[in-house]
């Protein structure tokens, strides 16, 4: 069974940095287009950053110049380089993927996946 597994969140100090990653496990294929999205008390999910198999890359304004998504192809594994981190930032991160995988029994099948999110904190 495919699986989404975020870590690297925590408590930071306004201004410093935080790595997040996301480790997809399973019977995959191969990982297309990925993104980070992040959800605060009383406010809706929103896009973060997002980058396709191509390695076209996008950000929210808010993030833009501060945050940076890669992907490591062959650890199945998609980084958000957090950095600058401010007061508005917090909240939970959660990472998305298309991943085409057997995880159905039906041959590959392309299908969104969800991580469980990790904390993000900034406090003085």
């Known amino acids: 069974q495919v699986q989404l597994v975020e870590s690297g969140g925590g408590l930071v100090q306004p201004g410093g940095p935080l790595r997040l990653s996301c480790a997809a496990s399973g019977s995959i294929f191969s990982i297309n287009a990925v993104g980070w999205y992040r959800q605060a008390p009383g406010k809706q999910r929103e896009l973060v950053a997002g980058?396709?198999?191509?390695?076209?890359?996008n950000y929210a304004a808010s993030v833009k110049g501060r945050f940076t998504i890669s992907r490591d192809n062959a650890k199945n594994t998609v980084y958000l380089q957090m950095n600058s981190l401010k007061p508005e930032d917090p909240a939970v991160y959660y990472c998305?993927?298309?991943?085409?995988?057997?995880?159905?029994?039906?041959?590959?099948?392309?299908?969104?996946?969800w991580g469980q999110g990790t904390q993000v904190t900034v406090s003085s």
């Open positions: 998305n993927a298309v991943i085409l995988a057997d995880d159905l029994g039906l041959g590959p099948t392309s299908r969104g996946y």
């Open positions: 980058s396709s198999s191509g390695g076209r890359t």
